[in-house]
């Protein structure tokens, strides 16, 4: 049996390692020059930068990506090692502190810095734990089988019974519910710029997901009781290349085959089935199945006719809310930076008026670093991404796919200048680094072969469905950060695993 996969991000390495394990032929075409998508890295002089900061969740020995990397025999090839990243607000800034009593230490910060949402703040944890508790028992009737997983269900049911009347509550009207202080509510809804989902628009119960206590405290117990865990949060070691390579090895091993600059331009579909390829220099290729990464639209309407495919698959394609993109700086300094930034990842926040930056980036207005950005030092865990003596240190912001004046290119000088001035406030001395590597949305829309640059993938809004795996031509699957796997490296790779091991069987 032959297997074409479309890209070859992180999604399409997964499928990759599973089907040559079960011993298909796996070809994989990349339109870029590099394999791995986002997870590959920038290399210059010496430096190694991933493409923003990878505190990825999930990726411990028994959770899901390290039960996938354990399925598929590299796990002993993709070392990882937890670590926590810190929020630095206008006016105050929660690191963790050197002693505590309890390891819930953010929720006693929260009650010295608000105290008159004392009350609703214990609400808000005792609502956390909830939450992680019915995560927790739906990972376990996933991973059980027969019998033992249907009663696990039943049980995930009944606990969520009593949620339901919060069931199509927003994000600011869960966070209005515990907090009076508007303040304390952007605490925990700042992370939503990163997706451009407005408060308002996103799920309510999601917000305890999307601010999980171990990563901001790497030593936090990841069993907070007998039926409730959350994940840990670790750096891979080497940065995403040492796990890409890892997965590519694998495929080579089993006879996978890797083509670069290679762009699908066409899929060949005879009676409503994937038959095959053509690439926009003329060659073809056949295959019994064929599953495609990246873009819906460019993936899915670009390349299929769209006489081929259901009017309502189409509109909900091109109804698909996609995040926004980001500009990006990779630096290469002579210093150590550690005496200002201890931590590895810090988000700085310069407003707390997230509606008002999300509205902003959604009109193509580039906000230059004001309303905040992320540093990202490597080579605080992996000294080996830099020469010896050095340090690779990454600045980034969330940007407008395209701008509302101007272009990326004409401007990508003068807002790296403005960027690390910014930066600057936390780390001298940066515009003077000895390497830069400037990357805009028109680079990552080259790297990835998109229109709209979405660093995420799909923007988490509320009423709005992600396009299914199992497309509407048969035989042709789609996966990635724009299908039902929805963004992040965790459910990703998880989802896509689970993908293919039902279409094997």
Not at 59 to 67: A, I, Q, R
Not at 438 to 455: R, W, Y
Not at 470 to 484: D, H, M, R, V, Y
Request: net charge negative; aromatic share 10%.
């Amino acid at each position: 049996m032959k297997a074409i996969i479309v890209g070859s991000g992180i999604s399409s390495l997964t499928a990759g390692c599973y089907l040559v394990k079960d011993g298909w032929d796996v070809t994989i075409y990349e339109q870029y020059d590099k394999i791995g998508g986002v997870t590959a890295q920038v290399e210059k002089e010496g430096f190694k930068w991933d493409l923003g900061q990878m505190l990825v969740e999930g990726f411990g020995p028994e959770e899901p990506v390290g039960l996938v990397f354990s399925e598929l025999g590299i796990a002993d090839k993709i070392k990882t090692v937890r670590t926590e990243r810190a929020y630095v607000f206008p006016d105050f800034a929660l690191y963790k502190p050197e002693k505590y009593d309890d390891f819930f230490w953010r929720r006693e910060k929260f009650k010295e810095l608000f105290p008159s949402d004392a009350k609703g703040i214990d609400k808000y944890y005792n609502f956390y734990i909830k939450m992680m508790g019915l995560a927790t028992l739906g990972r376990k009737a996933e991973r059980a089988g027969g019998l033992k997983s249907a009663i696990l269900k039943l049980k995930l049911i009944f606990k969520l019974l009593p949620l339901l009347p919060k069931r199509n509550w927003s994000a600011q009207k869960m966070m209005e519910s515990f907090f009076e202080s508007e303040k304390l509510q952007s605490v925990f809804l700042t992370i939503l710029a990163d997706f451009v989902a407005p408060p308002s628009q996103f799920i309510g119960l999601g917000v305890p997901f999307i601010n999980p206590e171990p990563s901001f405290d790497e030593d936090i117990p990841l069993k907070i009781s007998k039926n409730v865990e959350h994940p840990s949060y670790r750096f891979v070691l080497g940065g995403m290349g040492s796990m890409v390579d890892a997965m590519v090895n694998l495929i080579k091993e089993g006879g996978g085959k890797f083509l670069v600059n290679k762009t699908v331009k066409k899929f060949i579909i005879e009676k409503n089935t994937v038959r095959g390829i053509v690439c926009e220099d003329g060659t073809t290729d056949k295959a019994d199945i064929i599953i495609a990464n990246g873009g819906a639209r460019e993936i899915l309407l670009d390349t299929i006719d769209e006489k081929e495919l259901p009017e309502e698959f189409i509109m909900k394609v091109k109804d698909l809310p996609l995040m926004e993109s980001v500009f990006m700086v990779h630096l290469g300094i002579d210093f150590d930076p550690t005496p200002f930034q201890k931590l590895s990842t810090v988000y700085y926040y310069g407003t707390y008026d997230v509606d008002g930056a999300i509205k902003e980036c959604r009109d193509g207005i580039y906000h230059e670093g004001r309303h905040g950005f992320v540093i990202f030092i490597p080579t605080i865990f992996s000294p080996e991404l830099a020469p010896p003596g050095h340090h690779a240190l990454t600045v980034y912001t969330i940007t407008p796919n395209m701008l509302n004046e101007g272009t990326w290119e004409e401007k990508k000088e003068e807002f790296t200048e403005k960027l690390l001035i910014e930066a600057e406030k936390v780390i001298p001395n940066l515009r003077n680094a000895k390497v830069k590597v400037t990357l805009t949305p028109e680079d990552f829309k080259k790297m990835i072969h998109v229109k709209h640059h979405a660093f995420g993938g799909m923007a988490p809004i509320m009423g709005k469905e992600a396009i299914p795996h199992e497309t509407p031509i048969k035989n042709l699957w789609f996966i990635g950060s724009q299908s039902e796997s929805g963004a992040g490296l965790c459910p990703i790779i998880s989802d896509t695993a689970r993908l293919i091991k039902s279409i094997l069987k």
